[in-house]
């Protein structure tokens, strides 16, 4: 384990008129990986990074950078450097001059101004573009020059507050593989705000899954994808068929009226939970040979698969997958192995499931 | 659809015609002819040669910056605050409110204040430094001036605050500016259209002032305005009042052109990458 950079402890904010941003939240950063923070709008996630830029203050906790509290100091003393969701370059200045600004106010000599402002261009694949105006970029090129402004200063944490949200579809995913590489080649420290689950999956090391002001799940990627805490994580995070059911005893859970074989225990005996499967883990069949058995209501065509709607005898709608298509209106039969079963237990903090995973990985 | 879009701009052609093109023309008429009507450029060479009117000219030009410059250092701060309060909405109408009263009224009401036995003298004597002569000096013409011309300023400006994005200051911090660097380099840069628009809002007509002149400034200090008001109504020689006229618009396009500066070296920018592309 890294040393942390920053570290947030019981961070509340409170808005004059009362409404509660954040609720005592504890993050730990480690130094040079890719952080994203993930949630709807509202959820509190640009509220996180500007205060740990310094533009707002935290009602209550400690934000720590270094192991040194930091809650007093302005921004312009923070070693961190935002990019922001709308760019905000300065208009009345050349892309040269908005990428200079951090170093000339430094008052660094005019030639290393110049080699650093032109090597940070050339980084972010900008070269030759230093006596352009704002107003004659395009989005893309704006994002960049924003990237660049903010690593010219060699930053020790960048702040990424939904760069990408307002470029296209193809631009944006460029931008993923260049963000990703840019951060793993810097080895700055990158806490990336992004409602786009695809985003925070595809980039980071490791995701906060954030809604109404708390960090309900953090973990890699993976983690979070294959063992959802909750409901709202499940159905945020990628699609799923979430059902209720009833634990019978551990490693066997009741849904839909049957007994399945699962990997999860650790909870009591008849516990109400909900089910995760996810619509890729459902693997088509014949109906006789199938563990459900689904009628195929519709099913789109979304280039690399179908997705198909089925719904089984009780009337429950089922989300599959496939790579081939199916007839509609005919019976088929889903099959699923065990560990794609996902028991979440209701109301479960994240410290508790941590531990039970941990508790049953082990066994 | 075009038809009847034309048929809408009628009255205001027509307005623009009858109360400024017409009024314009006939100063330029008046100012190039003599008492009997003959074509003659004798006015203007009467302006260029009379060292009165220069020092008119100048008094003008002199007493319009300093009430632009006062003016401008009262209103920039004053809109700055403006736009970082809570009832801003009331604080503007407040701002406004006095516009809407008559100039004449507004300078009565500083006659009264200022007088021998106004309330600030008052003061003064409360205080032991009073009684002092103020109405009828530069000080109480510049201060009354300055402050009928306060909401013209402040309005511009704060219009251009509020537009300002607050990431660009929050971006200027960010990136290790103090707030004052965040001010010079960026809010004030930024906002300087707002000031533009302002001081032409407040130089312009401070040019011809010449109520003001004779009600608190005591016909001590003259100005182009107060010459024409002259040459109108006392002298009766309304071909140098024109000319004088047509010299005060001159300078009022001059004004303008330099500051609406910004645009045109834009588009100069944009035509040499068009030539070097």
């Not at chain 1, 950078?65 to 300065?90: C, D, E, H």
């Not at chain 1, 931008?175 to 840019?182: A, K, S």
Request: with cysteine.
């Amino acid at each position: 384990m890294t040393k942390p950079i920053i570290e947030l402890k019981g961070i509340t904010k409170q808005y004059d008129d009362g409404f509660v941003a954040l609720s005592k939240i504890n993050m730990t950063i480690e130094q040079g990986k890719f952080y994203s923070l993930l949630g709807p709008s509202g959820s509190g996630k640009t509220t996180i990074l500007r205060i740990i830029a310094g533009f707002t203050n935290a009602t209550e906790g400690q934000v720590l950078f270094s192991g040194q509290q930091i809650n007093q100091l302005p921004p312009n003393q923070r070693k961190v450097n935002t990019v922001f969701q709308n760019y905000a370059l300065f208009p009345h200045l050349d892309v040269f001059d908005n990428v200079a600004f951090g170093l000339t106010l430094q008052k660094r000599p005019k030639q290393e101004v110049k080699k650093r402002v032109l090597d940070a261009l050339k980084l972010v694949q900008l070269p030759g573009y230093a006596n352009r105006e704002i107003s004659e970029l395009s989005g893309g090129q704006q994002q960049r020059v924003a990237i660049a402004r903010a690593i010219v200063n060699e930053p020790e944490v960048l702040l990424l507050d939904e760069p990408l949200s307002a470029l296209d579809m193809k631009l944006r995913q460029d931008m993923q593989y260049e963000l990703r590489e840019l951060q793993q080649r810097l080895g700055i420290t990158f806490i990336f705000v992004t409602h786009d689950q695809e985003e925070a999956l595809a980039m980071s090391d490791e995701i906060f899954v954030m809604d109404n002001g708390k960090v309900l799940q953090s973990g890699t990627p993976v983690d979070i994808y294959d063992e959802p805490i909750n409901h709202f994580v499940a159905n945020f995070i990628g699609e799923s068929n979430i059902l209720p059911g009833k634990m019978l005893a551990d490693y066997q859970v009741e849904f839909v009226g049957k007994s399945f074989e699962c990997a999860d225990g650790g909870m009591r005996v008849n516990e109400a939970v909900e089910v995760v499967l996810r619509p890729e883990d459902l693997d088509i069949t014949t109906a006789d040979q199938g563990k459900l058995v689904v009628k195929v209501d519709t099913q789109l065509f979304r280039g690399d698969h179908f997705e198909i709607i089925g719904l089984d005898a009780d009337g429950n709608e089922w989300l599959i997958h496939s790579t081939n298509p199916v007839r509609d209106g005919k019976e088929i039969g889903l099959t699923f192995e065990p560990e794609d079963i996902h028991v979440m237990r209701f109301g479960e903090k994240e410290a508790d499931f941590d531990a039970r995973l941990e508790q049953y990985e082990e066994d | 659809m075009k038809k009847s879009k034309q048929f809408f701009m009628v009255p205001y052609f027509l307005w623009i015609a009858l109360f400024v093109v017409a009024p314009l023309l006939l100063i330029l008429y008046q100012s190039f002819t003599d008492g009997q009507g003959h074509f003659t450029v004798r006015n203007y060479l009467t302006y260029g040669s009379s060292s009165v009117y220069l020092k008119m000219s100048l008094n003008s030009l002199w007493y319009a910056f300093l009430i632009t410059v006062i003016t401008l250092l009262v209103s920039y701060p004053a809109a700055y605050i403006l736009s970082r309060l809570k009832h801003q909405q009331l604080w503007l109408l407040l701002i406004i409110l006095p516009t809407w009263i008559n100039l004449l009224l507004k300078a009565y009401a500083f006659i009264g204040l200022f007088s021998r036995a106004g309330a600030v003298n008052h003061f003064l004597m409360f205080i032991g430094i009073g009684p002092k002569q103020i109405l009828f000096s530069d000080f109480s013409f510049l201060l009354v001036a300055s402050y009928i011309e306060i909401p013209f300023m402040i309005l511009p400006i704060y219009n251009a605050i509020v537009q300002l994005d607050p990431a660009l200051p929050n971006a200027s911090r960010d990136l290790g500016a103090s707030p004052w660097q965040t001010f010079r380099l960026v809010t004030f840069p930024l906002t300087l259209s707002g000031v533009k628009a302002g001081v032409q809002a407040v130089f312009i007509p401070s040019l011809s002032l010449f109520m003001l002149t004779r009600l608190i400034g005591g016909n001590r200090v003259i100005t182009l305005g107060t010459a024409i008001e002259e040459h109108f109504l006392t002298t009766m020689n309304w071909g140098m009042g024109s000319t004088i006229g047509v010299i005060l618009i001159v300078m009022m396009f001059v004004i303008m052109m330099l500051t609406n500066d910004r645009k045109k070296k834009r588009r100069e920018v944009l035509d040499d990458e068009k030539t070097t592309l």
